[in-house]
């Protein structure tokens, strides 16, 4: 059975930071492109950052310096973070992680190649 599961949102301030993490399992997710995507009240997905089973990892510019992707391959389960510093408001949205058996040495992948998601965990950030 296949299991995406986020955990680490919360209720954060202007320039504050929180950690995002994305439990996947059920599939050899080790070699998977693994992603976070967010969607903002009224907005469509956007793509937050993305990484490979061989750590190259590609950002919005809209977080580049800010966020940070990482991912740790365990037997049955990959985990991925996404470290958020310096939070703005503008970074307020439900945040899903997502996998795709798909490879580019950019990192970047189109949303439809993405074929598992989770649930999402909302992130708020107040000014």
């Known amino acids: 059975q296949v299991q995406v599961v986020e955990s680490g949102g919360g209720l954060v301030q202007a320039g504050g930071s929180l950690r995002l993490s994305c439990a996947a399992s059920g599939r050899t997710f080790s070699v998977y492109t693994m992603a976070w995507f967010r969607r903002a009240s009224g907005k469509g997905r956007e793509l937050v950052a993305a990484?490979?089973?061989?750590?190259?990892?590609?950002?919005a510019d809209s977080v580049k310096g800010r966020f940070t992707i990482s991912r740790d391959n365990a037997d049955n389960t990959v985990t991925v973070y996404l470290q958020m510093n310096s939070l703005e408001p503008e970074d307020t949205a439900v945040y899903l992680c997502?996998?795709?058996?798909?490879?580019?040495?950019?990192?970047?992948?189109?949303?439809?190649?993405?074929?598992?998601w989770g649930q999402g965990t909302q992130v708020t950030v107040s000014s």
């Open positions: 997502a996998a795709s058996p798909q490879y580019d040495v950019s990192g970047r992948l189109p949303f439809l190649d993405y074929d598992y």
């Open positions: 990484i490979t089973w061989n750590d190259i990892a590609c950002y």
